[in-house]
């Protein structure tokens, strides 16, 4: 019986769009003859003014889908600040620490960083944007007891502060991971051997 609903649902629905797009159709015909038996100035100030009304609706509809989104963005804004600072003081710090401490191997540090990264790729599907989740993959992929995990650190760290709307302009690949690199790894050597 569901099924017989909706069936009778959708024709309905097409129905209407279907009459709908006859209405407007019969009626632009219409104008549009009335138009053409009018003088010429009153034809023209009829189109024009057709023309600034169409162009007045779609400005309003633009403007109100981008303050739509806007504030979409803006209530996801609080849950992405936090899911992102949790993520950077316990795994990006965690990382690093655990790489000064040679701690790659244990099996309870690889245990509970495990469990992290499952808890936290569900938060980032959820709230993160497309290019956050981009380079959270790529961090995933390069996690190694290595330096070269910082360039995909710094790439995450960069799509989230774009992601909360910050700018990176004049930021180089790897400056953001330079800040939380402790003064004895020679973050210069680091950074010089990405060549870009």
């Known amino acids: 019986m569901n099924n017989k609903s909706d069936v009778i649902n959708v024709v309905v629905g097409l129905l209407i769009i279907f009459a709908f797009l006859y209405a407007v159709f019969s009626g632009a015909r ?32 633009y403007t109100q889908q981008k303050t739509n989104l806007r504030e979409i963005a803006n209530s996801h804004r609080p849950q992405k600040i936090e899911i992102y600072k949790n993520f950077m003081n ?35 599907i959820v709230w993160g944007s497309p290019e956050v989740i981009k380079a959270y993959s790529a961090f995933r992929g390069a996690i190694k007891p290595t330096n070269e995990i910082v360039f995909e650190i710094d790439d995450l760290l960069q799509a989230m502060r774009k992601d909360l709307g910050n700018s990176n302009k004049g930021l180089k690949r790897g400056e953001l991971i330079q800040l939380f690199v402790s003064s004895e790894v020679d973050t210069n050597e680091i950074l010089n051997s990405n060549k870009e």
């Not at 099996?107 to 790729?121: A, C």
């Open 30 to 61: 219409w104008l549009l003859s009335s138009v053409v038996g009018l003088d010429k100035q009153v034809g023209a100030a009829i189109i024009a003014g057709c023309v600034t009304l169409l162009v007045s609706v779609i400005s309003v509809v």
């Open 90 to 124: 316990q795994a990006i710090v965690g990382l690093l620490k655990a790489s000064k401490e040679k701690k790659f191997d244990d099996p309870e540090y690889r245990k509970e960083l495990e469990d992290f990264f499952f808890h936290n790729t569900g938060e980032f």
